[in-house]
């Protein structure tokens, strides 16, 4: 369990048969869970506080969502009620929804308010931009619910609170990015002002995102991702701004470049480049030197999101303008607190205006106790992160040989070791020092030959089953066939295939994997050798 369960972000679906009912979304099914990730299933103690609200209120047949600033709760109203939404939702009349502000004797909160009959037109905005009030914010409103009462609602408060908690937890991003750099001693390193904290990765990727729309402002300029990402991180990309062009296999390299120089010749230049390094769920890790000199020559931003690899493990700032964490993994890596960060690049040409932008549109959100927790799960962060490079490296080398045995299920493993695309993760692989070996991560997939062994390996693998990467327990997942079961003909171009599990090794003794995934191996071999 997590140190603190009631805010524990994964869940134990376990079996496969769950897995798909989960990838269905009915509902009913649904219903059951009492918390599962935030993002995605509303927090049993953010359901309380919605309850009391419209009780306090005095209405019926009506909900709310809460969030943790006027500005938040202004950026969901316009977000439902245009006409035409980028989501191809319908619309929820102006009328029908309205912001209040609520204050207790510890935190406010601002409820977007609706008629219950809108609930599923409203949510998705909450589901896919991170931005709702934490379960730890909830905790505190409900421990102060006594004196929960309707404030006036004011000027528009945009910045937020900033903390000494917030300031240390700057600090220890900035020393971690700026520490066992690649190649020589920089310059310039980063400041803490220049990390920017926000209440998850996805808020992360969505705040930076619309701040390049303001920069660029430019209407044609679409953006670029560059390699498979997190899946909804296309969604953000899709319904706001100018739209996105999508290189789903990291390697197009060429195609890029035409697509850029096209873009640039119909005076439509590209506004930015995304992509993860190394990439979810096969590790592919794209060019990022290319990259550079694609974004020097075509004057995008370019952006990397290192959360899979992790920046104990590998350096980006040679050439990504920012750099984007999701902190919920492994930074944290105790699968009970969510946050997420962006890095200004201080050796960045556009250094000087990306500061400026983001001093100018940046709103502290993330909740103190919140950043309490990350800063506290983080303090072992290098220690855990040379565990979980050594056992996913052990479970990888294991998995790996049974790849050239005839009788064994396994097909292929994915993983920078042994992805064709190693050289480029290898360039910027952090320099080892005497306080920590960079590896890997803790993040591969494994492939089998049939659905059926696939199935057999799930239902034996004896390990945690549910969405996450980067908790202290291992996580595994069937990632495809649950989250893309629409759309399985599409994806497989792109390698991606329903006999995929991932696998997020978490901090157990490496001989315990080893023996557990000989099991799950064992009874799936068993199907093979039955045929």
């Known amino acids: 369990m997590p140190p603190a369960p009631r805010h524990a972000i994964s869940t134990h679906m376990p079996g496969w048969d769950l897995m798909v009912e989960f990838a269905k979304r009915d509902p009913v099914f649904w219903a059951q869970f009492h918390d599962m990730y935030p993002r995605f299933l509303i927090h ?22 809460p969030f943790p600033s006027r500005a938040v709760a202004e950026a969901c109203v316009e977000w439902v009620t245009p ?71 004011g000027e528009l408060d945009a910045k937020g609170d900033d903390t000494p908690i917030s300031q240390a937890l700057r600090r220890r991003i900035s020393g971690h990015v700026n520490r066992a750099p690649v190649g020589p001693p920089r310059k310039t390193e980063v400041s803490p002002k220049d990390v920017y904290l926000y209440q998850t990765g996805m808020s992360a990727i969505v705040y930076v995102h619309n701040y390049l729309i303001k920069w660029r402002n430019n209407p ?52 930015a480049v995304w992509t993860e390094f190394p990439s979810n769920p096969l590790l592919v890790s794209s060019n990022l030197g290319r990259l550079r000199t694609l974004a020097d020559k075509f004057h995008f931003a370019l952006i990397v999101d290192d959360t899979v690899g992790s920046f104990c493990n590998v350096d980006v700032l040679p050439v990504a303008d920012i750099l984007v964490t999701s902190l919920t993994k492994s930074f944290s890596g105790y699968a009970d607190v969510m946050g997420g960060s962006a890095v200004l690049n201080p050796s960045s040409v556009r250094y000087a205006e990306f500061k400026s932008l983001f001093d100018d549109l940046y709103a502290h959100d993330l909740y103190i106790r919140d950043a309490e927790v990350l800063l506290s799960n983080s303090e072992d962060y290098l220690t855990r992160s040379t565990s979980l490079n050594n056992n996913a490296a052990a479970l990888v080398d294991y998995l790996h040989a049974l790849t050239a045995d005839p009788t064994s299920c396994v097909t292929k493993v994915f993983y920078p070791t042994i992805n064709p695309t190693l050289s480029n993760y290898e360039e910027y692989k952090r320099t080892p020092t005497s306080e920590f070996i960079p590896g890997y991560g803790c993040l591969f997939s494994v492939q089998f030959d049939t659905l059926d062994h696939t199935i057999e390996f799930y239902n034996h693998l004896h390990v945690h089953h549910g969405p996450h990467l980067g908790a202290h327990r291992t996580l595994a997942m069937p990632y495809i066939r649950a989250l893309y079961g629409d759309e399985l003909e599409k994806v497989k171009a792109w390698g991606l295939e329903p006999t995929q599990i991932r696998i997020s090794v978490g901090l157990e003794s490496e001989k315990l994997l080893i023996d557990t995934f000989k099991h799950a191996l064992k009874k799936a071999d068993a199907i093979k050798s039955a045929k």
């Not at 609930?119 to 896919?128: D, E």
């Open 44 to 65: 049993r103690d953010v359901k309380q506080v919605i309850g009391l609200i419209i009780q306090r209120m005095k209405l019926e047949d009506a909900s709310c969502l």
């Open 220 to 271: 044609k300029s679409k953006t670029v991702m560059f390699g498979f990402p997190f899946h909804q991180t296309v969604h953000i990309f899709e319904w706001w701004g100018p739209g996105l062009k999508f290189f789903p296999l990291g390697t197009e390299l060429d195609e890029l470049e035409k697509y850029l120089q096209d873009e640039e010749t119909n005076d439509s230049p590209v506004q």
């Open 83 to 153: 006409a035409k939404r980028a989501d191809g939702l319908d619309s929820v009349p102006r009328d029908q929804i309205s912001i209040r502000e609520f204050e207790t004797n510890g935190p406010k909160v601002w409820a977007v308010i609706f008629p219950l009959a809108h609930l599923k037109l409203v949510t998705p905005y909450w589901v896919n931009t991170g931005t709702g009030i934490s379960s730890r914010l909830a905790e505190d409103v409900l421990n102060n619910i006594q004196s929960l009462r309707e404030g006036s609602l």
